[in-house]
């Protein structure tokens, strides 16, 4: 087989491949037997047709067409692994010559990664916060705790953030057909907090007992995607959460501990371990964006107004902003897979089984299943290599990591083999927010 490239850009090629006939001959043969088990031709079994009956009815060129269906995709890759490309997406191919006898010729272009060179690791700096934890960030501890043991204490007046309402609500369209979804009674909520449907909290704010408060709401997705539906909730009560004090009393009932004062340390200290182990998310995400900040490369236009079509053609809306905001994060993510695929091949990354398989523990609980159903689907889905190709991704930014330099907020360099050490110790690969977590949980 002979194939050729042209580079048509710095992100797009075109493979002009031939492949002589005799090559052809597995794919031809599989193509016989298909036809035959597919047509009733009197005095021949089902399967057992002869070749020169088939092409006497079908013509040769029917043949042809369903080896090249066969032979394409292979020769194809064949072509790929000999050129050494970097095919991003799928290929456009068309079959410039298919006579019996002789080679197979076709073309395919096709979205490649673009050729570019890796910075000095080593020249990257970035500067994450500081491990020392806030007298605020103690109280937030102390104030979580407290939280756990409030009571609820009905009051005569309006409501507050904070507070925590009984509400009832139902929702209609503008006809004023009812929205079973949208009903319920009794339900318990804290004013504040966001976590009812968006305009429920301005709308309820400030409403005393009994009161009815009405909002429209547009949903995004489900049945009333995009339809615009009115919400009554009506206040049954409002109730303020009373916190107890924090006196040794409450510590010794709350915790292991006797004093207030012990309690406070040992927060602390539980604290500046959580806040070492978000330096090294922080130094992480920080990195990255310092790495493709580094890299100048042209990314393929088709491929990234594909992502954009999938991700609005799912159902989701959204305007010119939106769509802006989508295509951003679809460079970002192309750049990021380019940038570390590359590290990977150049730091020789690979993944052994024991790291697949610690990565399948660990995604698991995310989905609600068992390593073993998680792995099952996984391989029903056929994205095992995707899988490989993350934690692959995820080794080479680790290799970066490694190598560059990194500093809290005064300068002080932050030790990230031993923080590694310690979060794998901890919390294995516990996703971080930007918020700390209550760590009060461990008492």
Do not use: C
């Not at 080896?67 to 890759?77: G, I, R, S, T, W």
């Not at 006898?101 to 916060?129: H, K, Q």
């Amino acid at each position: 087989m002979k194939s050729d490239v042209e580079t048509l850009s710095p992100t797009r090629v075109k493979l002009t491949v031939e492949v002589p006939f005799e090559e052809l001959k597995p794919s031809m043969d599989a193509a016989y037997g298909r036809i035959a088990k597919s047509v009733n031709i009197p005095g021949f079994r089902k399967g057992k047709v002869p070749a020169r009956i088939i092409e006497q009815r079908f013509g040769i060129e029917a043949v042809l067409e369903e080896a090249v269906n066969d032979a394409l995709p292979k020769a194809y890759e064949e072509a790929v692994r000999s050129t050494g490309i970097m095919p991003v997406g799928r290929p456009e191919i068309d079959v410039t010559e298919l006579v019996q006898g002789a080679p197979l010729a076709f073309t395919a272009e096709v979205d490649v990664r673009p050729e570019f060179d890796l910075p000095d690791y080593s020249s990257l700096t970035v500067e994450v916060a500081n491990a020392t934890p806030t007298d605020d960030d103690v109280e937030q501890q102390l104030q979580g705790l407290a939280g756990r043991f409030a009571s609820l204490t009905e009051v005569d007046r309006a409501a507050a953030n904070g507070d925590v309402l009984l509400v009832d609500i139902s929702g209609a369209t503008a006809e004023g057909d009812a929205v079973e979804d949208l009903s319920g009674s009794a339900l318990s909520y804290e004013l504040g907090t966001d976590g009812m449907l968006p305009g429920f909290d301005e709308a309820v704010v400030g409403a005393a007992k009994d009161e009815v408060r009405t909002f429209e709401f547009t949903p995004q997705n489900g049945d009333w995607s995009g339809i615009p539906l009115t919400v009554t909730a009506t206040v049954k009560a409002v109730r303020e959460r009373e916190l107890p004090a924090l006196d040794d009393d409450f510590v010794q009932l709350a915790s292991e501990f006797d004093t207030i004062g012990e309690l406070r340390d040992d927060l602390a200290t539980r604290l500046v371990r959580v806040k070492r182990i978000e330096q090294g998310a922080e130094a992480r995400n920080k990195v990255l964006e310092v790495l493709l900040g580094a890299v100048d490369i042209p990314l393929p236009e088709g491929v990234i107004a594909a992502e954009v079509d999938e991700h609005f053609q799912d159902g989701h809306e959204g305007d010119g902003d939106h769509r802006a905001e989508v295509e951003a994060q679809a460079r970002e993510a192309l750049k990021s897979q380019f940038v570390l695929d590359k590290v990977a091949e150049a730091e020789e990354v690979s993944v052994g089984e024991t790291e697949l398989s610690a990565w399948l523990i660990q995604q698991a609980p995310r989905y609600g299943m068992s390593p073993d159903a998680f792995a099952q689907a996984l391989v029903e889905a056929g994205q095992v290599q995707m899988a490989i190709q993350d934690i692959r991704r995820a080794k080479a930014l680790a290799v970066v990591l490694e190598s560059a330099r990194v500093v809290d907020a005064d300068g002080n360099e932050v030790d990230l083999k031993a923080l590694d050490a310690e979060m794998n110790a901890q919390l294995g690969a516990q996703a971080l927010g930007d918020e700390l977590p209550d760590i009060t949980d461990e008492l």
